[in-house]
């Protein structure tokens, strides 16, 4: 006889899985969470990435010779330093968000997984903003100090100092709005669906606590 | 917040579940590896779920999701050689009523229908579900007559297979 047909054979007969109900089902459809996860940290990753490229690309390719000053070397190596280890470790939480959430069986963990995630991601955001105004704090003392201030006099220094406050004040502002938009559009929209999923586990959970009292 | 739709989707596939989890049974060899393509099955039928007009029967139009979603997620994964362990959660309590030797022959044919490719697998799933070679080929996308061909392929490499093995 056939392979085939010898395997058919009992094949129709191969009924006995392990039976998934309609509690079961209901979480798989809202499951979608993991891959809005997934989406976040592949985002942060890619965000890493082009910050390295880019960086090299100006360390490479910046042919002017540094005249900046001993100390602001240290400042900006320091400030770059600790930024990559704070979105290292962003990474590291939205990767391991992202594994957890997957792998998570019970509704209750999955609700405070995905709060854990939101608040990841706004901490996330708050600090490229704090990062942004540090940045342009540092490159108006760099700009100060670059100046032959010594043979300025007094009123000269208070003008050109106001106006290089008003000015980087603009950039800064300019610079904050332009990442908010940014992440209004690309984070904040995940975040919201992540929102959406958990206003509808709760009724689930809820669904079954009453079905669990009723029996 | 569960919708009539999410409460009509919940409930019919509650009941064609098993077509679900025969093609798992194709396509995996542990019962991790089973919840995981399930789980898939169950996202992607409900993202289609919409375009589901009623003008095919339920477990048709599931079927063919599923057997779809299999395919693209197993495509180009290379199987394993080495047989796989026999997970006995999945495997059928019946077979303890066969002789031992209609179990071992049939664990043996299942890992040789595991080595298949992924279009392959779900030509023997469709022919163990007794479709004919129109709704086989419709599936698939290719004629009647690859579809036939592949079959007897597929058939001659089997017996291959288990010849090497020296079950046949």
């Avoid at chain 1, 330093?81 to 999955?110: P, R």
């Avoid at chain 1, 406050?165 to 904040?188: D, H, S, T």
């Avoid at chain 2, 698939?140 to 007897?152: D, F, H, P, T, Y």
Wanted: glycine residues 2%.
């Amino acid at each position: 006889m056939d392979e085939l047909d010898f395997l058919k054979q009992h094949w129709q007969n191969d009924q006995e899985f392990p039976k998934v109900n309609k509690e079961e089902i209901r979480r798989m459809l809202h499951k979608s969470s993991s891959s809005i996860v997934k989406w976040i940290f592949l985002i942060s990753v890619i965000e890493l990435l082009i910050g390295i490229v880019l960086n090299s690309w100006f360390y490479f390719f910046d042919k002017e010779p540094h005249t900046d000053h001993f100390i602001f070397q240290i400042f900006s190596n320091s400030i770059d330093v600790i930024a990559y280890f704070f979105i290292l470790y962003f990474i590291y939480t939205f990767f391991s968000s992202y594994k957890k959430i997957k792998n998570t069986k019970s509704t209750k963990e999955l609700l405070s997984d995905i709060l854990i995630t939101r608040k990841t991601v706004h901490n996330y955001i708050r600090f490229n903003i704090y990062l942004i105004i540090v940045s342009v704090a540092l490159a108006t003392v760099k700009i100060f100090f670059e100046r032959q201030t010594e043979i300025w006099s007094t009123g000269h220094i208070i003008m050109f100092l106001t106006f290089l406050i008003i000015v980087m004040f603009i950039v800064g502002w300019v610079c904050i709005a332009v990442v908010k938009l940014y992440y209004r559009l690309i984070y904040i929209r995940l975040v919201k669906k992540l929102d959406k999923n958990y206003e509808e586990l709760i009724k689930l959970d809820e669904d079954e606590g009453r079905e669990i009292l009723v029996e | 917040m569960t919708t009539d739709l999410e409460q009509e989707f919940v409930t019919l596939l509650e009941d064609n579940q098993n077509i679900l989890h025969k093609i798992c049974k194709l396509y995996t060899s542990d019962l991790d590896a089973h919840q995981d393509l399930f789980q898939e099955m169950v996202i992607q039928l409900w993202k289609s779920y919409p375009k589901f007009k009623g003008d095919a029967k339920f477990s048709t139009w599931a079927y063919r999701v599923s057997l779809n979603t299999a395919i693209s997620l197993y495509r180009g994964k290379k199987t394993k050689i080495e047989t796989v362990d026999w997970d006995y959660s999945l495997s059928n309590i019946r077979y303890e009523e066969y002789s031992s030797e209609t179990e071992d022959q049939l664990k043996h044919l299942y890992d040789a229908v595991r080595q298949l490719n992924d279009i392959d697998k779900a030509l023997v799933y469709m022919y163990l579900e007794e479709k004919d070679y129109t709704e086989i080929a419709e599936t698939l996308g290719i004629s009647e007559v690859n579809a036939r061909v592949k079959m007897n392929r597929i058939k001659s490499k089997l017996k291959l297979m288990l010849a090497k093995k020296g079950v046949v």
